[in-house]
């Protein structure tokens, strides 16, 4: 039986604005990368965010980012490593205090936006997620993507990885995103999304933007919680799991 994580990133309101399908997202999913507080999120959404998890029995991991609540994170950072690893460190604990407190353990990281970019590609960026990760528990998962470093960084100190896909993104011939703002960016139709995962998952393939297939390998597929389709997209992904006898489950699970 195929097996895979429904994920999505959530926690993402702040302050007045608020991302109502959030709520509803966290129903259908599996595990959520919950925004800490630099990109978006805050205490009270964080306390939220945490509790519905537990109520649905949904996996909770962090959600860091580069400090940027004006750009929502997606804008590179020059950061040196150092300054960038207590950074995240920062917002695995910020996280963690509310996972305490709510009896749910913090199972792993996911970078958003620009800071998951990069770390895939950048090995000092890669080494500030992974040292933050160890420093705090070596036994939390780093979620990656494609040809990355962040993996290779990960395996090097001997912590545990999951390959994540995106149902909601176009991919480049080398495994990475299409950038935002490029064509073919943003997987905008529900049927298209359901079977470029459900290829991924058992034929282990994706189309890239170019029309080029590359091998890809989906133990986690997300679904970004603030895309105009995002609650729609995760209920198509679990019947379309469901008709394909693919079980969805977590890291803990």
Excluded: W
């Amino acid at each position: 039986m195929y097996q895979v994580d429904l994920n999505s990133d959530l926690g993402e309101s702040f302050g007045n604005y608020t991302l109502e399908a959030n709520d509803e997202i966290m129903r259908h999913v599996s595990s959520a990368n919950v925004a800490c507080g630099l990109h978006a999120g805050d205490p009270v959404v964080m306390a939220h965010t945490v509790a519905l998890a537990k109520e649905y029995g949904v996996g909770v991991g962090a959600h860091p980012s580069y400090p940027d609540l004006q750009g929502f994170g997606r804008r590179r950072m020059i950061m040196k490593k150092e300054e960038l690893r207590d950074f995240i460190t920062y917002q695995i604990g910020a996280l963690y205090a509310f996972t305490k407190a709510a009896g749910v353990p913090l199972l792993h990281i996911s970078a958003h936006g620009a800071l998951g970019n990069v770390a895939q590609a950048d090995m000092d960026t890669a080494r500030a997620v992974c040292e933050a990760t160890a420093s705090f528990d070596d036994s939390i998962r780093i979620l990656y993507y494609g040809n990355s470093c962040l993996k290779d960084v990960a395996d090097h100190m001997g912590l545990p990885t999951v390959s994540l896909a995106f149902a909601d993104r176009g991919y480049m011939e080398d495994g990475s995103l299409v950038p935002r703002g490029q064509p073919g960016d943003m997987i905008k139709d529900a049927d298209q999304a359901v079977a470029r995962v459900i290829r991924m998952v058992k034929e282990g393939k994706v189309t890239t933007s170019t029309g080029k297939d590359i091998g890809i390998k989906a133990e986690s597929i997300l679904v970004h919680g603030d895309g105009a389709h995002a609650v729609e997209f995760v209920l198509a992904l679990k019947a379309a799991f469901h008709r394909e006898g693919i079980q969805i489950k977590n890291f803990a699970q």
